[in-house]
């Protein structure tokens, strides 16, 4: 059974920094995509940041240059450095990780607030 954990949300004031982490628990074999997706209140999920096994990074273009994403392919984690904060990016972050046989496992989600 493959679970993902995340940590590293909380409460901070804007400008300030956090470090998300999401690491997978159980037997997960040929992890291609990583990525982090936030959910406000009232609206749709969205895609805040993915890297594929490549290297290759993509961001939503509310964080680009204010987040960055970076993963660690031996233990099966990925994190999202979040610098400059807003309160527009106040949500709850889910990680997500794609196989290339198809398979994608999401996190439980943590939360993410922003005080101006």
């Known amino acids: 059974q493959v679970q993902l954990v995340e940590s590293g949300g909380g409460l901070v004031q804007a400008g300030g920094s956090l470090r998300l982490s999401c690491a997978a628990s159980g037997s997960i074999f040929s992890i291609h995509t990583m990525g982090w997706y936030r959910q406000a209140p009232g609206k749709q999920r969205e895609l805040v940041a993915h890297i594929i096994s490549g290297g290759k990074t993509t961001y939503a273009d509310s964080v680009k240059g204010r987040f960055t994403i970076s993963r660690d392919n031996a233990k099966n984690t990925v994190y999202l450095q979040m610098n400059s904060l807003k309160p527009e990016d106040t949500a709850v972050y889910y990680c997500?990780?794609?196989?290339?046989?198809?398979?994608?496992?999401w996190g439980q989600g943590t939360q993410v607030t922003v005080s101006s």
């Open positions: 997500r990780f794609g196989t290339t046989w198809g398979s994608n496992y």
